[in-house]
Nanobody
Framework: QVQLVESGGGLVQAGASLRLSCAAS????????LGWFRQAPGKEREFVAG????????SYADSVKGRFTISRDNSKSTVTLQMNSLKPEDTAVYYC?????????????????WGRGTQVTVSS
């Protein structure tokens, strides 16, 4: 049974930092491209960041580029999202997801497994 479990969300003020983690089990973690998505109330789920299986290639949404950093530890089956200089518009539920593709995909429909999400709220 595949499980992705996010943690690290919370309520912070604008300008603060948060570190989200996602622990995976039940899948060959190192063979999966991983992504972080977010969904704000009334909006579609959107791509935030992605990282390929091996080698460290990453990709970010323009809205978070320079502020967020995605990383992974294949030995621990974890993927993290370091979020700095948070803004109120970053408020959303954040999800980690795994994809069977070798390159980073930006469409949520191309990810096969999802966590339940963790709430991030940034106050102004």
């Amino acid at each position: 049974q595949v499980q992705l479990v996010e943690s690290g969300g919370g309520l912070v003020q604008a300008g603060a930092s948060l570190r989200l983690s996602c622990a995976a089990s039940g899948l060959t973690f190192s063979s999966r491209t991983l992504g972080w998505f977010r969904q704000a109330p009334g909006k579609e789920r959107e791509f935030v960041a992605g990282i390929i299986r091996v080698g460290g290639t990453t990709s970010y949404a323009d809205s978070v580029k320079g502020r967020f950093t995605i990383s992974r530890d294949n030995s621990k089956s974890t993927v993290t999202l370091q979020m700095n200089s948070l803004k109120p518009e970053d408020t959303a539920v954040y999800y980690c997801a795994s994809s069977p593709y070798s390159d980073i995909k930006y469409r949520a429909g191309l990810y096969e497994y999802w966590g339940r999400g963790t709430q991030v709220t940034v106050s102004s």
